[in-house]
C-alpha cells in the first residue's frame, strides 16, 4: 500500500519542491491597520460638503477641492508615515500610500496608557469626604448602535463626553511580513 501511494506521487501526482533553508525567504501577507487624529472641524466641513463616511475609499481617489483636498493631504501624510513605521517594524507594503484605503470617522475610546492621572470620581459627594480615587484610563463607552464610519453632528461632538476625546481616522492597507526589524540606516534586517 505505501508503495502504491509512493509511485502515484513520482509517476506525476505532486510536484517535489526543495527548500533551501538558507536563502529561501518566507514573506506573509497581511491586512494592517494605522489610526490618525482628525479635527474634528475639517471633518464636519467635509460633511457638510456632502461627503459622507469614507469605507475604504483609496486615497489617491480622494476630490482635490476644498475642504477634500486638506483631508487628502492629511491622509496622504498619514499614509506614509504608518508606511514607513511599518517598514522599520519590518514589514513591506504591497500598495502605494496613495492605494491605502481610508476608513472613518470613529471615536477614540479614550486614554487607555498605563501612565494616566488619578481622577477623584466622587469629588462633589458630601457623603465621601475622602473620595473615591481611580485611573483616569477609561476604555469603555456606551455604544450609539451605529456599525461603521458614523456622521458627526456639531451638537454630539460638543456634548457627548464619548467624542471629547477626539475623531480618528483608519488607514488599512496589505504588507509583507518579513520576520524582523529592518534597520533604517542600512537596510538589513534584524531577526
Not at 67 to 89: G, N, V
Not at 132 to 146: T, V
Request: charged share 30%; glycine share 10%; hydrophobic share 40%.
Amino acid at each position: 500500500m505505501v508503495e502504491r501511494i509512493v509511485d502515484e506521487f513520482d509517476a506525476g501526482g505532486l510536484p517535489a519542491i526543495h527548500i533551501d533553508a538558507e536563502s529561501a525567504k518566507l514573506y506573509h501577507p497581511a491586512t494592517l491597520t494605522g489610526k490618525f487624529p482628525v479635527d474634528p472641524e475639517l471633518v464636519l466641513r467635509c460633511q457638510r460638503a456632502g461627503s459622507g463616511r469614507y469605507r475604504g475609499v483609496r486615497i489617491g481617489k480622494m476630490l482635490e477641492l476644498y475642504p477634500y483636498d486638506a483631508m487628502k493631504k492629511l491622509a496622504l501624510s498619514q499614509a506614509k508615515t504608518f508606511i514607513r513605521h511599518m517598514r522599520s517594524e519590518g514589514y513591506e507594503s504591497l500598495q502605494e500610500a496613495t492605494e491605502l484605503e481610508l476608513w472613518g470617522p470613529f471615536r477614540e475610546r479614550g486614554d487607555m496608557s498605563r501612565g494616566a492621572s488619578l481622577v477623584n470620581f466622587e469629588e462633589d459627594n458630601p457623603f465621601v469626604p475622602a473620595g473615591h480615587w481611580g485611573s483616569a484610563a477609561r476604555g469603555a463607552w456606551r455604544h450609539d448602535l451605529e456599525r461603521g464610519p458614523r456622521r458627526l453632528n456639531q451638537n454630539v461632538l460638543l456634548d457627548d463626553k464619548d467624542w471629547r476625546h477626539g475623531v480618528v481616522f483608519l488607514v488599512r492597507g496589505q504588507f509583507l511580513a518579513t520576520r524582523g526589524k529592518q534597520e533604517e540606516s542600512t537596510g538589513a534586517v534584524l531577526v
